[in-house]
């Protein structure tokens, strides 16, 4: 199928690829982190990755020369890396890739960035689920420090860069990155407010960088090719490179495609993931994970880019494209999701902590067909005062699903809405109501 | 039973008991390990959440004695302990089942049937989610994304992902953790979908 190269799933293409540090060092691996240490400046590290164009793989999309730019150049005290493998986002399971079949490949990404922004110590946070992904970073770590690429003194060269694995525990909200930190200063994993920015007060109140590991795997690739080769992939100059988008939901071969940016959401769900399971068609696309604005055939065209994304009123976010067929309820769909945001919202803002539980509990009546015509007013007034009213961006994600189901399909809460007066259903709420949780 | 809790301080009559939760039960066991996870972090509350880890591979969960114990190697208060310890869902605060059962229920695993997946394990182990059998061997929870969206409805068992999961193959799942405690059908390193052979030869 791929007419295009395969940047970072072409080792694991190769068959009998393991992962392992011969496996990588054999297809061109580590050379990067050769030719580098010590041979070209940090600084000039940090050029080379801005000129790339490469922006943040996580969900926001900022530009990842830039942030490493934001750290002091004088501060003479310890600066950390994280690599953020929190990958939690419905929809989202491409790191879990990356990282369980060619793990060296993070790796050489961290220690590149940990040169660039001289940092000694990198932590990867991966989410506590993958015990798996876990292991096999752990072990990968241990081939190479043994070979010398990290440690005291990589390579001879008097650089140190230690890596460490760190696990979380099952919180969605860990993959903000500052939420993130605390939680790998072990507290709750509370966002902070910024600024201050993690570039200065990170990681014990140090000047941290914190990057996706997709966006880490780039980096090898951008220095052994150069950042002109990379700028000129996908759709420069804004979203350059490839992405690894992960299809699911109702197509008939769902799972990661690594693909220029800016190839149509037609293409991606009709010739990479072999077009909708059944004879159904397509209803809905989700373009960047639970987080993203829902969008309908209607924006089958639009190109999968950050600008043109963003310009259908979606967001290309973490790349996680979900496809639901005709049939399916989006009242249920955008339910589904609100469940998944009440469940994790942290608590530290009052608007999502207590909204979530409104929108969930007023979707669950509407779905119930005990709804009432004066819900849907009472759902847009609370997305409006939750969005943008918190800490994190967490809230102006978990608002996404409803207003997008509201605007483009309000007839089925409507209908849903008739059906209850119909059936003369609507009773008063008891009085008293307990609140309801969720198992 | 110790209770965790700051006003323990203020009220003698509340106090630990020192013999109950004084001890050094991870400590004895698993000393070697608690001093390498500690080397990893220049701030030794960071070690938090791997020390959780530990105690709880041990007992399966995070009982209050070993709470107590984690604070006092970390130099914190055991109201510090617990605070994290209940943010996060992993950590159980009560035993489990031996074997715990987590199906994700969230929107992408929903669209490919995780509900009926929900329903065949309610049958065939007569417990809803929240609940464990009588034998004590099977806990279920209903538990939000896996991260396995592309392969579900996929559930995870202790520590293995179970993914594309059908009737048939739940039911060699089950069959096989009762009998060997372990099961083949769990996920190796996620690759999906597998490359055809076409497509290998053209990255070759």
Redesign the interface.
């Known amino acids: 199928m791929p007419k295009h190269e395969l940047i970072l799933l072409k080792n694991m293409m190769q068959p009998g690829y393991t992962g392992s540090l011969q496996d990588y060092e054999k297809t061109g691996g580590y050379q990067a982190v050769r030719n580098t240490f010590g041979k070209v400046a940090p600084a000039d590290v940090t050029t080379m990755v801005r000129k790339s164009g490469l922006r943040g793989r996580g969900g926001a999309g900022f530009p990842t020369g830039v942030k490493w730019g934001f750290l002091p150049k004088d501060y003479q005290g310890p600066r950390y890396l994280c690599c953020n493998a929190d990958e939690s986002e419905p929809g989202t399971f491409k790191d879990r890739q990356l990282m369980e079949r060619d793990p060296h490949q993070v790796l050489e990404g961290i220690l590149l960035a940990c040169y660039a922004i001289g940092a000694e110590t990198a932590y990867i946070y991966i989410r506590g689920e993958m015990v798996l992904g876990s292991r096999i970073l752990e072990q990968a770590i241990n081939e190479a420090r043994a070979a010398g690429y990290i440690g005291k003194n990589i390579l001879g060269t008097g650089i140190h860069a230690d890596v460490w694995v760190h696990r979380g525990a099952g919180a969605y909200i860990c993959g903000e990155e500052t939420a993130l930190l605390e939680s790998l200063e072990g507290k709750r994993g509370l966002p902070r407010i910024k600024p201050p920015f993690p570039a200065t007060h990170g990681l014990y109140n140090k000047p941290t960088v914190v990057n996706n590991v997709e966006t880490l795997a780039n980096l090898p690739h951008i220095l052994n090719r150069g950042p002109e080769w990379f700028a000129a992939i996908g759709s420069p100059p804004k979203s350059t490179g490839t992405r690894v988008f992960c299809v699911s939901g109702h197509v008939k071969r769902p799972g990661n495609y690594e693909v220029p940016m800016g190839i149509t959401i037609r293409e991606l769900v009709y010739e990479h993931a072999g077009g909708m399971r059944s004879d159904k068609p397509l209803k809905a696309i989700i373009p960047g994970g639970a987080s993203a604005p829902f969008l309908t055939p209607a924006h089958l065209d639009v190109k999968l880019d950050f600008e043109h994304v963003a310009t259908a009123g979606s967001m290309l976010g973490s790349g996680g494209v979900t496809v639901m067929e005709e049939g399916t309820s989006m009242v249920w769909a955008a339910l589904r999701l609100m469940e998944f945001f009440y469940h994790e919202s942290c608590g530290k803002c009052s608007p999502c902590r207590e909204g979530s539980s409104w929108l969930v509990q007023t979707l669950r009546r509407i779905l119930a067909k005990r709804g009432r015509m004066q819900d849907l007013e009472t759902l847009l007034d609370l997305c409006k005062n939750i969005a943008g009213r918190t800490v994190c961006a967490f809230g102006d994600a978990e608002v996404a699903p409803i207003q997008s189901t509201l605007k483009h399909w309000r007839q089925e809460y409507v209908d849903l809405i008739h059906e209850a007066e119909a059936a003369n259903l609507i009773r008063p709420e008891p009085v008293g109501a307990k609140h309801e949780r969720f198992s | 039973m110790c209770s965790v809790n700051a006003r323990s301080v203020e009220r003698p009559d509340r106090r630990l008991d020192k013999g109950m939760c004084g001890g050094t039960v991870l400590k004895d066991k698993y000393g070697k390990e608690i001093d390498e996870i500690l080397s ?1 972090y ?2 030794k ?6 020390l ?2 530990v105690a709880q591979r041990d007992q399966g969960y995070v009982s209050e004695a070993v709470m107590q114990e984690i604070a006092r190697l ?1 130099g914190l208060t055991p109201p510090q302990v617990y ?2 310890v209940t ?5 159980n605060l009560k035993p489990v089942g031996k074997f715990h059962i987590q199906v994700c ?4 695993c ?3 049937g995780s509900d009926t997946m929900i329903g065949w394990i309610k049958t065939k182990l007569g417990i809803a ?2 609940e464990s059998t009588t034998d004590g061997l099977f806990t279920l ?12 409805p996929m559930m ?1 068992i202790n ?3 179970y993914e594309q999961v059908t009737e048939d193959k739940l039911n060699r799942i089950l069959a096989d953790l009762r009998s060997t405690g372990t099961s083949a059908l769990k ?7 597998e ?1 055809t052979p076409a ?2 030869a ?3």
């Not at chain 2, 943010?87 to 950590?91: E, G, H, K, Q």
């Not at chain 2, 929870?141 to 579900?152: D, F, M, N």
């Not at chain 2, 996920?187 to 979908?193: A, D, E, H, L, T």
């Open positions: 990893r220049p701030v509350r960071s070690a938090l959440i791997p959780l880890y970390l605070e994290t943010f996060y869902t992993m950590f229920k969230s929107l992408m929903a669209l490919v989610p929240g929870s209903a538990v939000e994304c896996l991260a396995a969206c592309g392969t579900g995870q520590e293995d992902y996920s190796g390193p996620f690759m999906w979908p490359p497509e290998r053209r990255e070759a």
